[in-house]
């Protein structure tokens, strides 16, 4: 038995086959700054609830896999200082030791996985990141989604990332990459990041069928929804690209590694461009949200 502490709203949309959308925690603690990040989070859950799903924001407190939050909980972790950021490595260890994590996509799918739960939306996964032929750094994210049947609504991958090489990596391990309603593959804060994405379908059903029949068939993993930012609300690459150069090459310089590098990018950028990155960051958000809320509303029609 694992210590999972299931909402009652979201026990209950489980038990009547309602459509949930989970949710992650490390845009919360680690993506954006308080409290614009535990505004988002409010936001984000209500998007859900207006679109006819419920919200289930996954994290670790003291131990307990907590699968949706209480807004009290959601207000604790936003403000919370030192918070874990907790993958695949290090989930079982954080709630061994009764500690407190925020989840990144790669955990949020495992817990959303056995929560029963096969949506998810986000800001934009982990990727392959720039340099990545010198560092190594790959997300765990990609090799989560190869395993772990979640589909994921993502705005892309950020600009921050190597998305050529990260579209590789994908594709090496069998995980659909979808782009919703286009053919390009989405760049997080720019709707095109100039590379056509290799598939594309352009309804919430299409998503929820294709996710089905993988299961149906004996794949493993999930699928990766790219759907681009809302046009007014976009940042254009041009005027971003000069800025994420600067960011990296501070983290360079600073020796920056790891976990902390996407958190250090997001917060440099978000400082660089005098918050306009964090508008299109929460407008992107909950243009996913409510995507994935109608593609649970699809599977909800048809369970695996
Ligand atoms: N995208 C965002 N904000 C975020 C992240 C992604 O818009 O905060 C987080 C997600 O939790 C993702 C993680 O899983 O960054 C990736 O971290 P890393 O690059 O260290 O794998
Ligand atoms: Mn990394």
């Given at each position: ?18 459509p ?30 207006a ?33 874990a ?44 990141h ?106 254009a ?9 600067q960011?990296?090459?501070?983290a ?19 400082e660089?461009t005098?918050?306009?990155s ?25 369970p695996?």
């Amino acid at each position: 038995m694992i210590n999972m502490k299931i909402a009652s709203e979201v026990a209950e949309a489980k038990s009547k086959n309602t459509p949930i959308v989970a949710l992650e925690s490390t845009i919360i603690t680690h993506g954006m700054p308080y409290p614009q990040n535990l505004e988002v989070a409010r936001t984000v859950e209500a998007d859900i609830r207006a679109a006819g799903a419920t919200p289930a924001t996954i994290a670790i407190m003291d131990g307990t896999l907590h699968i949706g939050l209480e807004d009290a909980q959601l207000e604790a972790l936003a403000q919370a200082q030192n918070v874990a950021k907790l993958s695949r490595a290090d989930l079982a260890i954080c709630m061994a030791r009764g500690g407190t994590g925020a989840t990144t996509v790669a955990a949020t799918m495992i817990a959303a996985h056995l929560a029963g739960i096969s949506v998810f939306a986000t800001g934009g996964i982990g990727g392959v990141h720039k340099g990545a032929e010198h560092s190594f750094d790959i997300s765990a994210d990609l090799a989560e989604l190869a395993q772990t049947p979640v589909t994921v609504v993502a705005a892309g991958a950020k600009a921050i990332l190597d998305i050529p090489k990260t579209l590789e990596v994908l594709e090496t391990y069998g995980v659909p990459v979808i782009a919703y309603g286009q053919d390009d593959f989405p760049a997080f804060w720019s709707r095109s990041s100039g590379l056509a994405a290799p598939l594309r379908l352009d309804s919430p059903a299409d998503i929820a069928a294709a996710q089905v029949m993988r299961a149906k068939l004996g794949l493993p993993g999930g699928q990766l929804v790219a759907n681009p930012i809302p046009q007014t609300d976009e940042i254009a690459a041009e005027t971003l690209g000069p800025i994420i150069a600067q960011a990296q090459s501070e983290a360079d310089a600073q020796g920056i590694s790891g976990k902390a590098v996407t958190p250090f990018l997001l917060a440099r950028i978000f400082e660089l461009t005098d918050g306009q990155s964090l508008e299109a960051n929460i407008a992107l958000v909950r243009n996913n949200a409510r995507l994935a809320a109608a593609i649970a509303l699809e599977m909800s029609k048809s369970p695996a």
